[in-house]
């Protein structure tokens, strides 16, 4: 907003001088001018230009290549081609990873809902109590996911957890959640969804409040009650903050690893049915030294992230209103 | 009748925002008193809600098992290294990017933009390697030396820098203030809520981060507290109280920083979703 304005203003002396041929000491100052910012700017992005650029970019790359190698015990590796990636279309355990990946983030998804009543009950003017609310409901956010792991597989435990005795109270015989075979993909996607609805909330309370309260006098004049209100008011002027919460979320799970890393653990039977990509990619990493076919797997979940978040930001033109 | 309706309505409301509450706090509860209990309190049916006797047990064997005093210490250098240097680090690349005029900036900001879309948890091969060339494997530098950089830092603080008045800085300019000196003491004090939430986001990640110091530190002293919990669980499966003493333990510093910075963190969180 101030921006614009503010560019149209000459910036340097230099720059407002017109560019008559005859004055070379001008330019030549101007070139001067130019050459000094570049050099500013490259001491100003050194730092970072230099480790993302050994840390990360150089790395993606590197991943790439790894991705069409072999790894002999001893850490060597030779060219082999396509070798993993063909090897990676039969793999059973790929298969299910994917599958149980693309559960958690569904079942993440089901969490923005969630999130969405609460800040709206909460952001509603004169709510008293909204900061401890607020702080209580943000709590899982800042806590680390291994001790949130912790903290739920005893609240799962079969026979002395919490959760099944409060189930008992009521009649009803709680499963070995986290063990089961049937309920442990829940399981952790529950876990993932307790620890992360806080922070959906914050962003979409912040979406809210900044809705104007004219819109809604406006809307009540006009005789829209309050559903009609939520879906022809709030739910267009809260949709950018409703796609970001989306695009941070399917991004988020589809890294899930903190979470069965420490909930199910690798002796658990029903690890197949809750392994993420993650975990995989990092079983064949640096526990069986399968460095080429891990790197493979890297890719492959790399691309369906891009791909993902490609496409919801193709998909958003139809739903997110810009104000 | 329409305030006897409201009133109603708003005993709804809070019904069930402290229900939702319980649901996220009650775990918590639960931690604490779990771990002031022996194991054979905790696995009672049906179980006593408050330890019968408060037992220190679980907190010694803690100590114990595993060398937690030395794990909070890489945890808490490890978290002020990662926040301090991206702080700097991206506040000055941002600055060159929103305020610098050189050849090659939106290649080069197209470069840290496609670093944004790559999970970094996928690129921990690589990094592993670098590590291990450098000689830094089981180190603490180890821990930290990756996460001082970031491609997302860089971006949020630029849409910072992007938003500002321009006139400032031009005056500061003009009384003969160098680009360091402008991006200094003009830019960075305005910056102030943008370097805040990405302190605090950069915070929050690096005291949780699990991947990467399980992969790069595998002796228990150079480990921080995440990996040290996960090691700690192999070994006490199901020794539920000295579980939920470790774990409490680990989690209580974030937690006080918490609540003593809540409105900022919460701020910071919402001011994240707005700008990015």
Same mark, same amino acid.
């Given at each position: 907003?101030?921006?614009?304005?503010?560019?149209?203003?000459?910036?340097?002396?230099?720059?407002?001088?017109?560019?008559?041929?005859?004055?070379?000491? %001008?330019?030549?100052?101007?070139?001067?001018?130019?050459?000094?910012?570049?050099?500013?700017?490259?001491?100003?992005?050194?730092?970072?230009?230099?480790?993302?650029?050994?840390?990360?970019?150089?790395?993606?790359?590197?991943?790439?290549?790894?991705?069409?190698?072999?790894?002999?015990?001893?850490?060597?590796?030779?060219?082999?081609?396509?070798?993993?990636?063909?090897?990676?279309?039969? /793999?059973? /355990?790929?298969?299910?990873?994917?599958?149980?990946?693309?559960?958690?983030?569904?079942?993440?998804?089901?969490?923005?809902?969630?999130?969405?009543?609460?800040?709206?009950?909460?952001?509603?003017?004169?709510?008293?109590?909204?900061?401890?609310?607020?702080?209580?409901? +943000?709590?899982?956010?800042?806590?680390?996911?291994?001790?949130?792991?912790?903290?739920?597989?005893?609240?799962?435990?079969?026979?002395?957890?919490?959760?099944?005795?409060?189930?008992?109270?009521?009649?009803?015989? *709680?499963? #070995?959640?986290?063990? /089961?075979?049937?309920?442990?993909?829940?399981?952790?996607?529950?876990?993932?969804?307790?620890?992360?609805?806080? #922070?959906?909330?914050?962003?979409?309370?912040?979406?809210?409040?900044?809705?104007?309260?004219?819109?809604?006098? %406006?809307?009540?004049?006009?005789?829209?009650?309050?559903?009609?209100?939520?879906?022809?008011?709030?739910?267009?002027?809260?949709?950018?903050?409703?796609? +970001?919460?989306?695009?941070?979320?399917?991004? *988020?799970?589809?890294?899930?690893?903190?979470?069965?890393?420490?909930?199910?653990?690798?002796?658990?039977?029903?690890?197949?049915?809750?392994?993420?990509?993650? #975990?995989? +990619?990092?079983?064949?990493?640096?526990?069986?030294?399968?460095?080429? #076919?891990?790197?493979?797997?890297?890719?492959?979940?790399?691309?369906?992230?891009?791909?993902?978040?490609?496409?919801?930001?193709?998909?958003?033109?139809?739903?997110?209103?810009?104000? | 009748?329409?305030?006897?309706?409201?009133?109603?309505?708003?005993?709804?409301?809070?019904?069930?925002?402290? $229900? $939702?509450?319980?649901?996220?706090?009650?775990?918590?509860?639960?931690?604490?008193?779990?771990?002031?209990?022996?194991?054979?309190? !905790?696995?009672?049916? @049906? @179980?006593?809600?408050?330890?019968?006797?408060?037992?220190?047990?679980?907190?010694?064997?803690?100590?114990?098992?595993?060398?937690?005093?030395?794990?909070?210490?890489?945890?808490?250098?490890?978290?002020?290294?990662?926040? !301090?240097?991206?702080?700097?680090?991206?506040?000055? $690349?941002?600055?060159?990017? !929103?305020?610098?005029?050189?050849? =090659?900036?939106?290649?080069?900001?197209?470069?840290?933009?496609?670093?944004?879309?790559? @999970?970094?948890?996928?690129?921990?091969?690589?990094?592993?390697?670098?590590?291990?060339?450098?000689? &830094?494997?089981?180190?603490?530098?180890?821990?930290?030396?990756?996460?001082?950089?970031?491609?997302?830092?860089?971006?949020?603080?630029?849409?910072?820098?992007?938003?500002?008045?321009?006139?400032?800085?031009?005056?500061?300019?003009?009384?003969?203030? =160098?680009?360091?000196?402008?991006?200094?003491?003009?830019?960075?004090?305005?910056?102030?809520?943008?370097?805040?939430?990405?302190?605090?986001?950069?915070?929050?990640?690096?005291?949780?981060?699990?991947?990467?110091?399980?992969?790069?530190?595998?002796?228990?002293?150079?480990?921080?507290?995440?990996?040290?919990?996960?090691? &700690?669980?192999?070994?006490?499966?199901?020794?539920?109280?000295? &579980?939920?003493?470790?774990?409490?333990?680990?989690?209580?510093?974030?937690?006080?920083?918490?609540?003593?910075?809540?409105?900022?963190?919460?701020?910071?969180? $919402?001011?994240?979703?707005?700008?990015?």
């Amino acid at each position: 907003m101030t921006v614009a304005g503010a560019t149209a203003r000459p910036v340097a002396p230099a720059a407002s001088t017109p560019a008559a041929p005859r004055d070379r000491g %001008a330019r030549r100052r101007r070139r001067r001018q130019r050459g000094k910012e570049a050099a500013w700017a490259a001491f100003f992005l050194a730092p970072t230009a230099l480790g993302l650029g050994v840390f990360y970019l150089w790395p993606v790359l590197q991943t790439f290549y790894y991705s069409f190698t072999t790894w002999g015990p001893f850490g060597g590796h030779t060219f082999s081609g396509l070798a993993n990636y063909r090897a990676l279309a039969h /793999d059973p /355990d790929l298969r299910s990873a994917f599958v149980n990946t693309l559960w958690y983030c569904l079942l993440g998804l089901a969490g923005i809902p969630v999130a969405l009543v609460l800040a709206a009950v909460l952001a509603r003017p004169g709510r008293r109590g909204v900061g401890v609310y607020r702080a209580l409901l +943000f709590l899982p956010v800042v806590t680390m996911p291994v001790a949130v792991a912790i903290v739920w597989r005893w609240l799962y435990a079969g026979d002395y957890g919490l959760i099944n005795t409060l189930l008992a109270k009521v009649g009803i015989h *709680g499963p #070995y959640w986290i063990s /089961d075979q049937s309920t442990a993909l829940i399981a952790v996607a529950l876990v993932g969804l307790w620890s992360s609805v806080g #922070y959906t909330m914050v962003i979409l309370m912040a979406g809210l409040e900044s809705i104007p309260r004219q819109y809604y006098e %406006a809307a009540q004049i006009d005789g829209a009650g309050p559903v009609r209100q939520f879906f022809a008011l709030t739910l267009p002027l809260l949709s950018p903050s409703l796609f +970001f919460v989306t695009v941070l979320s399917v991004i *988020g799970t589809l890294q899930t690893f903190d979470l069965v890393y420490v909930l199910i653990g690798q002796t658990n039977p029903a690890l197949p049915q809750t392994r993420s990509v993650v #975990y995989l +990619f990092y079983q064949d990493a640096f526990v069986n030294n399968n460095r080429g #076919y891990a790197a493979a797997i890297a890719f492959v979940l790399l691309l369906v992230t891009v791909a993902l978040t490609g496409f919801q930001f193709r998909l958003q033109k139809r739903w997110v209103h810009y104000a | 009748m329409r305030s006897l309706r409201g009133s109603r309505g708003s005993i709804g409301a809070h019904t069930f925002l402290v $229900a $939702a509450s319980v649901a996220m706090a009650g775990p918590f509860v639960w931690e604490l008193l779990t771990s002031f209990k022996t194991l054979t309190e !905790a696995t009672r049916v @049906p @179980p006593t809600w408050l330890p019968p006797h408060w037992h220190g047990a679980g907190y010694s064997s803690v100590f114990d098992t595993v060398p937690f005093g030395g794990m909070l210490v890489n945890s808490i250098i490890n978290t002020l290294a990662r926040t !301090a240097a991206q702080l700097l680090f991206c506040s000055m $690349a941002a600055y060159a990017f !929103a305020r610098l005029r050189f050849p =090659g900036r939106s290649l080069l900001f197209g470069l840290f933009l496609s670093i944004l879309l790559v @999970p970094s948890q996928l690129l921990i091969i690589p990094q592993y390697q670098i590590i291990q060339s450098l000689h &830094l494997l089981n180190t603490r530098t180890a821990l930290f030396l990756p996460g001082m950089f970031s491609a997302f830092g860089t971006f949020l603080l630029r849409q910072f820098f992007l938003a500002m008045p321009a006139e400032l800085e031009e005056a500061a300019r003009l009384d003969g203030a =160098g680009p360091l000196r402008v991006y200094w003491s003009v830019m960075l004090p305005l910056a102030r809520p943008g370097l805040i939430a990405l302190g605090i986001l950069t915070m929050i990640w690096s005291w949780n981060d699990l991947l990467w110091p399980l992969v790069v530190n595998t002796d228990p002293h150079k480990m921080p507290l995440s990996a040290g919990l996960a090691s &700690l669980q192999g070994q006490f499966m199901t020794n539920y109280p000295v &579980l939920m003493a470790g774990a409490l333990m680990a989690t209580v510093p974030v937690i006080v920083v918490f609540v003593i910075l809540q409105r900022r963190v919460i701020e910071g969180i $919402a001011l994240t979703g707005t700008k990015g």
